[in-house]
């Protein structure tokens, strides 16, 4: 079973079968980036009557991750502790890094939510959120292309872009970027020396919502 699983890692005809709560996550996740540019797209085609409208569904979609991404970390480090081969399979403590990641989006989603009538801080928040998705991608970059260690840099590049967009535009740095980035950094930093150093005390909480 061990020796299946390693080599056989795609989603559709995975051995063993993957819980199928992993569909409803790449779904539901999948969805967020479709009406994130869709969003966009309304409002760079003044159409923010729609925008508005639809903001009503990216808060049910929201909250439907959320509840299914903190789900489908400790359903799949469940899985994978059990199928992966010893020297391969993440420590219990792994799941600080998806918790993480879920925390973020939706607190800066609802901060969004919160400064909607105020577009510029409304626009950063909604789009610092959406790249916070992305550190799953850059965590399955080959080692080679991108070291493990690393991958939540690819994250900050993306944000760093809309740094850059704003000193061409409006040259100067919006303040949500001043705020916002600084403390993802730090908490970035922290997640990885936690996971890294084995941290005892969050290995133990680990393995109490594990259990």
Known sequence: MASAIRSDQNLVHATPARPWLLWVH?????????????????VRTRNVPIHR???WFGAALAIAMTVVGFTTAIVMRR???RFEPPEIA???????VPFWDITCFTVLFWLAVSWRRKPEMHRRLMLIATCVLTAAAWGRMPNQTF???WFYSGVDALILLGVVRDLFVMKKVHRVYWYALPVLIVG????????????????RIAN????
Not at 90 to 96: D, S, V
Not at 188 to 203: D, K, Y
Not at 208 to 211: E, F, G, S
């Open 79 to 81: 899985f994978d502790m």
């Open 208 to 211: 109490v919502i594990l259990r």
């Open 90 to 96: 993440q420590p219990a403590g792994f799941l600080i």
């Open 26 to 42: 790449g779904s539901l996740f999948s969805a967020w980036v479709a009406f994130f540019i869709l969003q966009s797209a309304l």
């Open 53 to 55: 409208l639809l903001g």
């Open 188 to 203: 970035q930093v922290f997640v990885m020396r936690t996971l890294l150093s084995g941290a005892p005390w969050w290995t």
């Open 147 to 149: 070291a493990f260690v």
